[in-house]
């Protein structure tokens, strides 16, 4: 049997006993999945295939440390949802430059697109206004539909706090979005 038609369990002992055709089965299995999440979970930036790099290369380093390979993909989408939690918080501690200005990506207005675009870019704004822990529970939630347990153990935390951060950020984006003219248009809000 060839190594691309294995299930996991078979790929995490190929990868456990560095097989070099493990890690390209692995990407070419699992890449979509994995931009999917970082996409929606860091928004349109052009990061995504860096860090999907730097999940990987963490998958492949801790294959030994695999404990249940049946769960391979739960274990990538951990370890992708805590890369993107650690990406946000480096951003979210780099969001005012020393020197005092902002980012880039916060200084330009969102305005310069028009329709859906611009109603996503708003809505990935109002995303980066979530703390990164919100941020990433509100991702794999709503956006990949993770349920809370699966979100609590993606993100290594009890089901009692993935529904307290995804309650906590279900809130606030309803609130920011119900505050945010260009989304509450784009989506029908209005009275």
């Given at each position: 049997?060839?190594?691309?038609?294995?299930?996991?369990?078979?790929?995490?002992?190929?990868?456990?006993?560095?097989?070099?055709?493990?890690?390209?089965?692995?990407?070419?299995?699992?890449?979509?999945?994995?931009?999917?999440?970082?996409?929606?979970?860091?928004?349109p930036?052009?990061?995504?295939?860096?860090?999907?790099?730097?999940?990987?290369?963490?998958?492949?380093?801790?294959?030994?440390?695999?404990?249940?390979?049946?769960?391979l993909?739960?274990?990538?989408?951990?370890?992708?949802?805590?890369?993107?939690?650690?990406?946000?918080?480096?951003?979210?501690?780099?969001?005012?430059?020393?020197?005092?200005?902002?980012?880039?990506a916060?200084?330009?207005?969102?305005?310069?697109?028009?329709?859906?675009?611009?109603?996503?870019?708003?809505?990935?704004a109002?995303?980066?206004?979530?703390?990164?822990?919100?941020?990433?529970?509100?991702?794999?939630?709503?956006?990949?539909?993770?349920?809370?347990?699966?979100?609590?153990?993606?993100?290594?935390?009890?089901?009692?706090?993935?529904?307290?951060?995804?309650a906590?950020?279900?809130?606030?984006?309803?609130?920011l979005?119900?505050?945010?003219?260009?989304?509450?248009?784009?989506?029908?809000?209005?009275?």
């Open positions: 049997m060839e190594l691309q038609d294995a299930d996991d369990v078979t790929l995490v002992r190929a990868l456990q006993e560095r097989d070099p055709r493990a890690p390209r089965v692995l990407w070419e299995r699992y890449a979509t999945t994995v931009h999917r999440l970082l996409r929606r979970a860091l928004g930036s052009s990061d995504v295939e860096d860090v999907a790099q730097e999940v990987f290369l963490t998958v492949f380093r801790k294959a030994g440390t695999i404990r249940s390979p049946e769960a993909r739960a274990y990538i989408m951990s370890v992708a949802a805590l890369t993107s939690r650690s990406e946000l918080r480096r951003r979210w501690a780099q969001r005012v430059r020393p020197d005092g200005g902002t980012s880039r916060e200084s330009t207005p969102a305005t310069q697109d028009t329709g859906a675009r611009t109603a996503v870019l708003h809505f990935y109002l995303l980066g206004r979530l703390r990164p822990s919100l941020r990433t529970a509100f991702v794999l939630r709503f956006m990949e539909g993770l349920e809370h347990a699966e979100v609590g153990a993606a993100l290594g935390v009890s089901l009692a706090t993935a529904k307290r951060w995804v906590r950020a279900s809130a606030r984006v309803q609130f979005v119900e505050r945010d003219a260009v989304l509450v248009e784009f989506l029908g809000l209005a009275n």
